[in-house]
C-alpha cells in the first residue's frame, strides 16, 4: 500500500514540474497578430472611461483594442517606450507603453505625430492606460 502512494505521489509530482516548466517557457502572445475587439480615437477611448469606467472595465479590460491620436510626449526608461496621446483633457491621456517582447520598426515618435497602437486595456486612471503596444501601420 505503502509503495502505491510513493508512486503516486511521485507521479504528481512529476506531472507537477513539467506543467510549471512547460508554463514558464510559455511564449508571449503575439499582440501585432491579435484580434482588436475595438477600434477608438484617443479621445473617445478616455471619454469611454471617464463617463462609464465600470462599464469600459467591463467591456475592455485585459482586452486588445486599437487607438489613434497625436503624440503628447515620449518618455524613455532603459528599454522601455511610453508614449502619450492626446485626448482634448489637459488632465487625462491615453498611455500607451510598447511591447518589450516585439520588434519595432521604430521606438522614437515625434510629438504632434498622428500614430495608430494595438495594445491590452489595463485600467484607467485618470489616464488609459495601453500596455504591449505595437504600431499598426
Same mark, same amino acid.
Given at each position: 500500500?505503502?509503495?502505491?502512494?510513493?508512486? *503516486? *505521489?511521485?507521479?504528481?509530482? =512529476?506531472?507537477? =514540474? #513539467? =506543467?510549471?516548466?512547460?508554463?514558464? +517557457? @510559455? !511564449?508571449?502572445?503575439?499582440?501585432?497578430?491579435?484580434?482588436?475587439?475595438?477600434?477608438?480615437?484617443?479621445?473617445?477611448?478616455?471619454?469611454? &472611461?471617464?463617463d462609464?469606467?465600470?462599464e469600459? +472595465?467591463?467591456?475592455?479590460?485585459? @482586452?486588445? =483594442? $486599437?487607438?489613434?491620436?497625436?503624440?503628447?510626449?515620449? @518618455? $524613455?526608461?532603459?528599454?522601455?517606450?511610453? #508614449?502619450?496621446?492626446?485626448?482634448?483633457? !489637459?488632465?487625462?491621456? *491615453?498611455?500607451? +507603453? #510598447?511591447? !518589450?517582447?516585439?520588434?519595432?520598426?521604430?521606438?522614437?515618435?515625434k510629438?504632434?505625430?498622428? *500614430?495608430? &497602437?494595438?495594445?491590452?486595456?489595463?485600467?484607467?486612471?485618470?489616464?488609459?492606460?495601453?500596455?504591449?503596444?505595437?504600431? #499598426?501601420?
Amino acid at each position: 500500500m505503502k509503495r502505491k502512494i510513493i508512486a *503516486v *505521489v511521485g507521479i504528481l509530482g =512529476i506531472l507537477s =514540474i #513539467l =506543467i510549471g516548466y512547460k508554463m514558464y +517557457n @510559455k !511564449p508571449h502572445a503575439d499582440i501585432a497578430g491579435a484580434k482588436s475587439i475595438a477600434t477608438f480615437s484617443a479621445a473617445d477611448l478616455q471619454k469611454t &472611461f471617464s463617463d462609464k469606467e465600470e462599464e469600459a +472595465n467591463t467591456k475592455y479590460l485585459d @482586452k486588445v =483594442i $486599437t487607438v489613434s491620436g497625436k503624440i503628447m510626449s515620449q @518618455k $524613455t526608461e532603459g528599454d522601455k517606450v511610453i #508614449l502619450q496621446l492626446e485626448t482634448g483633457d !489637459p488632465m487625462s491621456t *491615453v498611455i500607451c +507603453n #510598447l511591447d !518589450p517582447f516585439s520588434t519595432h520598426r521604430r521606438k522614437e515618435f515625434k510629438e504632434g505625430e498622428m *500614430v495608430q &497602437f494595438k495594445g491590452t486595456c489595463s485600467g484607467y486612471l485618470s489616464d488609459v492606460i495601453l500596455d504591449r503596444c505595437v504600431e #499598426l501601420e
